[in-house]
């Protein structure tokens, strides 16, 4: 299924609105800058397309890292016209008022209808298919973790919907480390404190221990609906199962980051990407991806030509 992605973005966020051929919403949220974001990104669309060249995303510039960490996942990306976009502000809205929600929409719905008419952003160059297998398959396991932290999101509805009260975040290592201590609710139930907090430490956890851990208890505690025990104890195994995939998704994903920073110190012009303001190991080696925005000493001061201006 095709997935259309509107990114309407800002200095120090991006609102992204995410529709199907139909123009119905399949999601929308803002993103902060950075990694951070652009695995959220990740997140959001793997809930709705199998392929990245499925993904068609509209936003206002060409150029800067987030461009190219979008391209590097394989999504095709129109770069399209602020004027563009003003007036086809005006066709659907007769007040023409702006907002950042509103505009990510909008694109969306533009590149929905009338992608023919853009120009698709130029893609990464021969020289940087390296970064782009490691760009690729960090954001394909953020996929996979979705998938199955969506999974075992389903199965505790099922049978453990406490553990769901307790945990906002499934992939969390406070929660891995829980239910792989106790997957059964009557198991979890029964955890004191202190093993909890147990839990957690092995988890990683190392501040607000006994805090988390009581709030934790609490939770795990509170009544609800109970399956039947062979369905529970079912649903118990699979739980474990799950939570060892994620668990181990998790490490995989961390090691990607570090392989893709490995390999991007490497890089000749590694320092001068880094003393950019804002970026990071990881940012600065999707950017370097694109032949088009390399630097070098001497070509630095035209490098700001090729970053987005600030937007508010």
């Known amino acids: 299924m095709k997935v259309f992605v509107g990114d309407d973005w800002a200095e120090a966020h991006h609102d992204v609105h995410l529709m199907n051929q139909a123009g119905d919403r399949l999601g929308s949220k803002r993103l902060p800058e950075g990694l951070e974001g652009i695995a959220g990104l990740?997140?959001?669309?793997?809930?709705?397309?199998?392929?990245?060249?499925?993904?068609?995303?509209?936003?206002?510039?060409?150029?800067?890292?987030?461009?190219?960490?979008?391209?590097?996942?394989?999504?095709?990306?129109?770069?399209?016209?602020?004027?563009?976009?003003?007036?086809?502000?005006?066709?659907?809205?007769?007040?023409?008022a702006k907002s950042d929600p509103g505009d990510a929409k909008l694109l969306a719905d533009l590149v929905r209808t009338d992608a023919h008419n853009h120009r698709p952003v130029a893609g990464d160059s021969d020289a940087a298919d390296g970064l782009k297998v490691l760009a690729r398959a960090h954001q394909n396991l953020i996929w996979d973790r979705t998938r199955h932290t969506n999974r075992l999101r389903s199965d505790l509805r099922e049978y453990f919907p406490a553990a769901l009260i307790a945990f906002d975040d499934l992939a969390h290592r406070d929660t891995l480390a829980v239910l792989a201590k106790a997957s059964d609710p009557r198991d979890?139930?029964?955890?004191?404190?202190?093993?909890?907090?147990?839990?957690?430490?092995?988890?990683?956890?190392?501040?607000?221990?006994?805090?988390?851990?009581?709030?934790?208890?609490?939770?795990?505690?509170?009544?609800?609906?109970?399956?039947?025990?062979?369905?529970?104890?079912?649903?118990?195994?699979?739980?474990?199962?799950?939570?060892?995939?994620?668990?181990?998704?998790?490490?995989?994903?961390?090691?990607?980051?570090?392989?893709l920073a490995d390999h991007f110190n490497q890089h000749p012009d590694a320092d001068i990407y880094c003393s950019l303001p804002g970026l990071g190991v990881i940012l600065s080696a999707r950017c370097s991806q694109s032949s088009e925005t390399t630097p070098n000493a001497t070509s630095l001061p035209n490098l700001a030509e090729t970053m987005p201006e600030p937007r508010h």
């Open 42 to 96: 990740h997140a959001m669309i793997a809930g709705h397309a199998d392929d990245p060249g499925e993904v068609v995303v509209g936003i206002e510039t060409e150029r800067g890292i987030w461009v190219q960490a979008l391209i590097a996942a394989g999504y095709q990306v129109y770069a399209i016209n602020p004027k563009s976009v003003s007036r086809y502000r005006d066709r659907h809205s007769l007040s023409g």
């Open 188 to 259: 979890a139930a029964r955890l004191s404190v202190t093993q909890i907090r147990a839990a957690l430490k092995r988890g990683g956890r190392q501040r607000n221990l006994d805090t988390r851990a009581a709030a934790i208890q609490t939770d795990l505690r509170t009544p609800q609906l109970a399956a039947p025990p062979a369905v529970t104890t079912a649903f118990a195994a699979t739980t474990r199962a799950l939570v060892e995939i994620i668990a181990g998704l998790n490490t995989q994903i961390a090691g990607l980051e570090t392989e």
